[in-house]
């Protein structure tokens, strides 16, 4: 990790004038300071100089809005930021706006009425103006969507390469009628993994997307009740988020069908320890608290004053191997999709894989 030193010998100043810069002292030109705030940033610097500069706000809160904090991956993005700013004595406010736009502007006032320092967002609106909040509030980061102008810096997953690779996956094993429970048509994440299964068509399969359907257990348990009854009689599901790939497993074992000897799943997201939960999924498995710690310490970046050119940032989801996935025929397709793991980049790795896809000034 970068120190104040490393911070000086990048912007050619002593590490005194850096410490200054980071105080808020007037008495630095603003030409050095601006180049000490880019040093800052370029090398992901989590100092005690945030805690010195938030030590003169008695607040020390951040604000964390999220569309479900009953879904896993939502509470260990939670986890995340707090991972990045609980040793700076920040404190956090979560609130859920239960995917609803019209929740999450009052949600958002309340937070700036608190006087919250910054606000990591997961956003519900899809025509929402942000350009308020990015003109008036306090710096806000995005996590798991984005919005339609680049206003924020984000942190999303690669949902178009995860869901495209699932679908190559289930082909290599030797599925050829894959089943898809695509879920909603938005928020982002669900418009980025459907496009990514029909970027994976390809002349030997047959593609059998269902119709939209909520994001849940619920959903999942009706996208299996069609795909299942319905002709071709896919030989794979394709779960594209984690609480309807427990709708999928209810739904297979109430019409009898084992997984993964008469039919293979693969999911989008890997579901946390459930009673629904009768075989160990094969999957992608969310970066979730890799995604909030990174927005959290983007976030305290934002907070010193670091030059503010908006970027998003895409996580890797890994990919993970359990027991739902054999070849059609009955033959072990583990091996094929492993492989393809690897060649694609989704095999699991101790390191965060983050990359900077975009910016703009």
Not at 90 to 105: C, F, H, Q, R
Not at 266 to 274: E, Q
């Amino acid at each position: 990790m970068a120190n104040i030193k490393d911070v000086a010998r990048e912007a050619g100043v002593s590490p005194s004038t850096v410490s200054r810069v980071l105080r808020g002292t007037k008495r630095v030109d603003p030409a050095t300071r601006e180049r000490v705030l880019a040093a800052v940033e370029r090398l992901g610097y989590r100092p005690s100089a945030a805690a010195r500069m938030l030590r003169g706000d008695p607040s020390h809160l951040v604000g964390v809005v999220v569309p479900n904090m009953a879904n896993e991956f939502f509470i260990k993005v939670v986890h995340g930021v707090e991972e990045a700013t609980a040793p700076l004595g920040i404190n956090l406010i979560v609130a859920s706006t239960k995917g609803d736009p019209d929740k999450e502007g009052p949600i958002l006032d309340a937070l700036i009425g608190h006087r919250v320092n910054g606000i990591v967002l997961a956003p519900s609106g899809v025509a929402t103006d942000y350009v308020p909040l990015a003109r008036k509030g306090p710096p806000v980061v995005l996590v798991d969507r984005v919005v339609e102008e680049p206003l924020f810096d984000a942190f999303v997953e690669d949902n178009a390469n995860g869901a495209r690779f699932l679908v190559e996956a289930a082909r290599a094993a030797g599925h050829r009628v894959i089943g898809v429970l695509r879920g909603p048509d938005r928020p982002y994440p669900a418009a980025e993994r459907m496009a990514g299964v029909l970027a994976a068509d390809a002349p030997d399969i047959v593609l059998r997307p269902s119709a939209p359907s909520p994001w849940g257990v619920e959903g999942g348990r009706l996208a299996t009740r069609e795909l299942m009854h319905g002709e071709p009689r896919p030989t794979v599901l394709i779960s594209l988020q984690n609480e309807m790939t427990l709708g999928a497993l209810l739904e297979l074992k109430l019409l009898g069908v084992r997984v993964p000897e008469d039919v293979s799943v693969l999911s989008y997201g890997i579901p946390a320890d459930n009673p629904l939960l009768y075989v160990q999924v094969t999957g992608l498995e969310h970066q979730a608290i890799a995604m909030g710690r990174s927005a959290g310490q983007q976030l305290l970046t934002r907070l010193l004053g670091a030059p503010h050119r908006p970027r998003t940032h895409v996580l890797v989801p890994r990919f993970v191997l359990g027991q739902s996935l054999a070849g059609p025929d009955g033959r072990d397709g583990t091996a094929a999709a492993r492989a393809l793991a690897t060649r694609r980049g989704f095999a699991p790795t101790t390191a965060d894989r983050i990359a900077v896809i975009g910016e703009s000034s």
